[in-house]
């Protein structure tokens, strides 16, 4: 499919597995060139030099970590090194526990919030002029419990709900300076992170991995 993004410059985070790494693949493809973001110097590095390799298009590794506002700044120095502007942020990074309140203290939540949802609006701040300059785009990653609160992941779920909020504030302020900010709220995908939580949840509840899988499946009306 051909979506125009020839030549387009996108930055990924979270871009060295699952969803994020699938998005960096399907944009290269497109002939994108694209700033890749993960915190393992070896899993960041690999990727890149694959899908370099199979799309042929220019892909930068950049290693940091986005729930700091040191690694957001390193991410928006190398932007500016190795692009000099930017037409697509993709903001996928996230990791919150998936626990009720009873098992979550207060720094899982700091955690929590810290990359996804503080990680994204920094990048967003201070990408937005190359963003504006470019007529770019924004894409924030969401998640399902964002919109449907469950007890197990009430802090995923606040995360992507304050994401998605605030998102919509960035997309009226980018009627006005162009440039374009969405949601993609994502279904069950099974990536790394979704086996673990689904291990993790079937503890919880006396049941095996397949078992949760199956009763999240059916909970959610698949
Ligand atoms: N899988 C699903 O079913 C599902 C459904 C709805 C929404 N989502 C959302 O989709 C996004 C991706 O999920 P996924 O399942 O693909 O996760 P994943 O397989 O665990 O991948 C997470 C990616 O983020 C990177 N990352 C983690 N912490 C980071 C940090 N502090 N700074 C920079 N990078 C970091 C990881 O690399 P390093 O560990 O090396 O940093 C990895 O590349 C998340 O926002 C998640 O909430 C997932």
Known sequence: MDLSLEGKQALVTGASRGIGRAIAERLAD????????????????????????????????????????????????????VFGGLDILINNSGAAKGRTILELDDGDWHEGFALKFFGALRLIRTLWPFLKDSGGSVINISGYFGKSPAPNIILGGAVNAALENASKALAQMGLA?????????????????????????????????????????????L
Do not use: F, K, Y
């Open 177 to 221: 300076d162009d440039v374009n900010v969405n949601v993609v709220r994502p279904g069950m995908t099974m990536t790394d992170r979704h086996r673990a939580l689904l291990v993790q949840w079937g503890e919880a509840q006396g049941l095996t991995a397949q078992e949760a899988e199956r009763r999240r499946i059916d909970t959610m009306g």
């Open 30 to 81: 497109e002939g994108c060139d694209l700033l890749l973001v993960a915190r393992t110097p070896a899993d960041v590095e690999a990727v890149a030099a694959e899908i370099a390799e199979i799309s042929g298009r220019q892909v930068a590794p950049c290693v940091a970590d986005l729930s700091e506002q040191d690694g957001v700044e390193l991410v928006a120095t190398e932007v500016n090194a």
